[in-house]
């Protein structure tokens, strides 16, 4: 959501823009300027048309993913705004594996980057964003949500083609801030094309998650305030005018409503909205090179203990941002910007569109409500200590969808510290990253990266449980538990996306020890299996499909026992584990 910089100026000049030609290999990135030698990055950039008559195209990053890309999920990631660049905060300073450094000097490697576990891909979105752009600059007037769906939309259906290995991958989005409109609205539109029998396209649509997303405007605003005055940010006499002044139920403020809000915003002013508790930067965002050369030479001691105090974090991430892309060398190893037409600077955030976007959409929840049905995985997670789309507010929204409760609201934890809450519902899970802010990833990276792997993994119990059982089942491949051929061991979850009242299911995650042509052992296999009483009797014991006379049920249905298996080993089910 911060807005930072001027506004883009587009003017006609677009119209002589001219771009690469659209191939795979026209896109990959060999090198970045500044990119760490070690370890190697396989990421491509470049434009993808999504309509041809207007001309208008959208700037893509993509990552494969760190290890057996073929084998893991595609997953887009969308920032908000709108207005601001995925590829300025989601992949250069939150979640991708290279991140710019201070002063937009280079690049640095993130051990915590999402393609860990994904491939990765970051869109610039909608055009007028970032290095996305249209010839036909009246375009720029019509943006609103379902004119950014339309386009995400064109741009997957054409990435795909360019990228047709991922074409049948499950496929997933992400977003935090106003991509939580973005995120279920686009989810909504592949799910309805997909079932358009006409549609040229099939998208292998498996889920979505929304971090501190804006979800629906009156709980939102509610939750906004309240969390201005539970966290001592504005007085009781601010709060009581709220109250009084403001139903938040028409987004048609009153002006003692506006009035009574203008107060709390100005309270935020000189902290920062988005991370209560972190320090604010102190840079002059409108002009981030020559501002942050000035703010280092004066305050550089003043500065550094600043950063200090908030250890491992610099809240002034997005001018480095903007120095980075700004950089023409980098633009063109980076593909964009190729004929160096696109006017004015590259901005991690447009005020332009964010002032002319239209805002005609008061809540998404009637879209979790039917993609929950459809049996998508549902998850929203809130970063605790960002103030512009609290905790309180989405939890107002989550529980407005009326879902009858499966676990309570209980902590989740990593390295045996509470790293965050987490309830689920009947079809869907929402997860709070505690001390962190709006941009989860890269305030409490680790614990973001947990989060969407058990998101991924499609583990519907805490965070940190469905972790510790990927590490045992990790530890037990490396001891050599899968010696053996013919053996699997794994874990099973309940899992929200498919879950149902009437049938609900399980997806257990095996490890089967098969040998590939290389001896290889180890593939994972996801099953989806009806959960009965009848076969909760396997869930509890320690499971070894070769103690059984009988293989459990389940077992069957998606592998067959190799007949000879030497069923000596040892092998245990993490029923304990969550
Ligand atoms: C925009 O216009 C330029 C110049 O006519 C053209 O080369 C380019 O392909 C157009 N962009 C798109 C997406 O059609
Ligand atoms: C918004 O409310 C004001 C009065 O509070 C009214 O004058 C105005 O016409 C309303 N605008 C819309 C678009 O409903
Ligand atoms: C900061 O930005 C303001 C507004 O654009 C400008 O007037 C001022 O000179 C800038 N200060 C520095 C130190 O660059
Ligand atoms: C595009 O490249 C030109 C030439 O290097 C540069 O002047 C312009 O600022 C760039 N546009 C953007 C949006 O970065
Ligand atoms: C804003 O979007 C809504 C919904 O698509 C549309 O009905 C309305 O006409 C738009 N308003 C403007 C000013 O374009």
């Given at each position: 959501?911060?807005?930072?910089?001027?506004?883009?100026?587009?003017?006609?000049?677009?119209?002589?823009?001219?771009?690469?030609?659209?191939?795979?290999?026209?896109?990959?990135?060999?090198?970045?300027?500044?990119?760490?030698?070690?370890?190697?990055?396989?990421?491509?950039?470049?434009?993808?048309?999504?309509?041809?008559?207007?001309?208008?195209?959208?700037?893509?990053?993509?990552?494969?993913?760190?290890?057996?890309?073929?084998?893991?999920?595609?997953?887009?990631?969308?920032?908000?705004?709108?207005?601001?660049?995925?590829?300025?905060?989601?992949?250069?300073?939150?979640?991708?594996?290279?991140?710019?450094?201070?002063?937009?000097?280079?690049?640095?490697?993130?051990?915590?980057?999402?393609?860990?576990?994904?491939?990765?891909?970051?869109?610039?979105?909608?055009?007028?964003?970032?290095?996305?752009?249209?010839?036909?600059?009246?375009?720029?007037?019509?943006?609103?949500?379902?004119?950014?769906?339309?386009?995400?939309?064109?741009?997957?259906?054409?990435?795909?083609?360019?990228?047709?290995?991922?074409?049948?991958?499950?496929?997933?989005?992400?977003?935090?801030?106003?991509?939580?409109?973005?995120?279920?609205?686009?989810?909504?539109?592949?799910?309805?094309?997909?079932?358009?029998?006409?549609?040229?396209?099939?998208?292998?649509?498996k889920g979505?998650?929304?971090?501190?997303?804006?979800?629906?405007?009156?709980?939102?605003?509610?939750?906004?305030?309240?969390?201005?005055?539970?966290?001592?940010?504005?007085?009781?006499?601010?709060?009581?005018?709220?109250?009084?002044?403001?139903?938040?139920?028409?987004?048609?403020?009153?002006?003692?409503?506006?009035?009574?809000?203008?107060?709390?915003?100005?309270?935020?002013?000189?902290?920062?909205?988005?991370?209560?508790?972190?320090?604010?930067?102190?840079?002059?965002?409108?002009?981030?090179?020559?501002?942050?050369?000035?703010?280092?030479?004066?305050?550089?001691?003043?500065?550094?203990?600043?950063?200090?105090?908030?250890?491992?974090?610099?809240?002034?991430?997005?001018?480095?941002?903007?120095?980075?892309?700004?950089?023409?060398?980098?633009?063109?190893?980076?593909?964009?910007?190729?004929?160096?037409?696109?006017?004015?600077?590259?901005?991690?955030?447009?005020?332009?569109?964010?002032?002319?976007?239209?805002?005609?959409?008061?809540?998404?929840?009637?879209?979790y409500s039917?993609l929950i049905k459809a049996g998508l995985r549902v998850w929203?997670?809130?970063?605790?200590?960002?103030?512009?789309?609290?905790?309180?507010?989405?939890?107002?929204?989550?529980?407005?969808l009326?879902l009858p409760t499966k676990t309570?609201?209980?902590?989740?934890?990593?390295?045996?510290?509470?790293?965050?809450?987490?309830v689920e519902y009947q079809g869907m899970s929402?997860?709070?990253?505690?001390?962190?802010?709006?941009?989860?990833?890269?305030?409490?990276?680790?614990?973001?990266?947990?989060?969407?792997?058990?998101f991924?993994?499609g583990g519907s119990r805490?965070?940190?449980?469905?972790?510790?059982?990927?590490?045992?089942?990790?530890?037990?491949?490396?001891?050599?538990?899968?010696?053996?051929?013919?053996?699997?061991?794994?874990?099973c979850v309940q899992s929200a996306a498919s879950s149902s009242r009437d049938s609900p299911l399980e997806t257990c995650?095996?490890?089967?020890?098969?040998?590939?042509?290389?001896?290889?052992?180890?593939?994972?296999?996801p099953l989806e299996v009806p959960v009965s009483?009848?076969y909760s009797?396997?869930?509890?014991?320690?499971?070894?499909?070769?103690?059984?006379?009988?293989?459990?049920?389940?077992?069957?249905?998606?592998?067959?026992?190799?007949?000879?298996?030497?069923?000596?080993?040892?092998?245990?089910?993490?029923?304990?584990?969550?």
């Amino acid at each position: 959501m911060a807005a930072a910089g001027l506004g883009l100026r587009l003017v006609s000049a677009l119209a002589l823009l001219a771009f690469s030609s659209c191939s795979r290999d026209a896109d990959r990135v060999a090198r970045l300027p500044g990119q760490p030698e070690t370890p190697s990055v396989s990421q491509f950039a470049g434009y993808v048309t999504v309509n041809e008559r207007h001309g208008r195209a959208l700037f893509y990053w993509f990552f494969e993913a760190q290890t057996a890309p073929e084998e893991k999920p595609l997953l887009l990631w969308l920032n908000g705004g709108p207005g601001c660049s995925s590829i300025g905060y989601g992949a250069a300073s939150e979640l991708g594996p290279l991140r710019v450094v201070r002063q937009g000097a280079g690049l640095m490697f993130n051990e915590y980057a999402w393609n860990k576990e994904a491939n990765l891909l970051f869109l610039e979105s909608p055009v007028g964003v970032g290095f996305s752009y249209t010839n036909k600059s009246s375009d720029l007037d019509k943006l609103n949500d379902d004119f950014v769906a339309e386009d995400a939309y064109s741009f997957l259906v054409n990435w795909l083609e360019r990228f047709p290995e991922y074409k049948d991958r499950g496929f997933y989005i992400a977003g935090e801030s106003y991509a939580g409109h973005y995120v279920p609205q686009l989810a909504e539109l592949v799910y309805e094309r997909n079932m358009d029998k006409k549609g040229k396209a099939y998208i292998n649509l498996k889920g979505f998650i929304a971090g501190n997303p804006i979800t629906n405007d009156y709980y939102d605003s509610k939750g906004l305030a309240e969390y201005a005055w539970s966290h001592a940010v504005v007085s009781d006499e601010v709060y009581d005018r709220i109250k009084k002044y403001c139903n938040f139920k028409n987004s048609n403020w009153s002006d003692d409503c506006s009035a009574a809000m203008d107060i709390a915003y100005s309270q935020y002013r000189e902290i920062d909205i988005y991370n209560i508790y972190a320090p604010k930067c102190l840079l002059n965002q409108t002009s981030p090179s020559s501002a942050a050369q000035a703010f280092f030479e004066n305050d550089q001691e003043h500065f550094r203990r600043r950063i200090h105090m908030f250890s491992g974090y610099d809240p002034c991430y997005s001018s480095y941002a903007e120095d980075y892309f700004n950089k023409q060398e980098v633009q063109k190893a980076f593909h964009a910007n190729i004929s160096g037409l696109l006017p004015g600077k590259w901005h991690v955030c447009s005020d332009s569109i964010l002032n002319s976007y239209n805002f005609s959409v008061f809540s998404v929840l009637p879209i979790y409500s039917k993609l929950i049905k459809a049996g998508l995985r549902v998850w929203l997670y809130s970063g605790d200590a960002d103030g512009r789309v609290p905790v309180i507010g989405s939890r107002y929204c989550v529980e407005a969808l009326g879902l009858p409760t499966k676990t309570q609201w209980q902590p989740w934890y990593l390295d045996k510290q509470v790293a965050g809450r987490f309830v689920e519902y009947q079809g869907m899970s929402m997860v709070t990253v505690r001390g962190a802010g709006h941009l989860v990833p890269l305030n409490k990276p680790a614990e973001g990266l947990t989060l969407i792997n058990t998101f991924l993994r499609g583990g519907s119990r805490s965070p940190e449980a469905t972790a510790h059982s990927r590490f045992r089942e990790d530890q037990a491949r490396r001891r050599g538990a899968c010696g053996v051929q013919g053996q699997a061991h794994g874990v099973c979850v309940q899992s929200a996306a498919s879950s149902s009242r009437d049938s609900p299911l399980e997806t257990c995650e095996l490890l089967l020890c098969d040998y590939d042509d290389e001896r290889r052992p180890a593939r994972h296999e996801p099953l989806e299996v009806p959960v009965s009483d009848k076969y909760s009797a396997h869930y509890s014991n320690n499971f070894h499909p070769c103690n059984q006379r009988k293989a459990p049920p389940w077992l069957h249905v998606g592998f067959q026992m190799t007949p000879n298996a030497d069923c000596s080993g040892d092998v245990t089910r993490e029923a304990s584990a969550f």
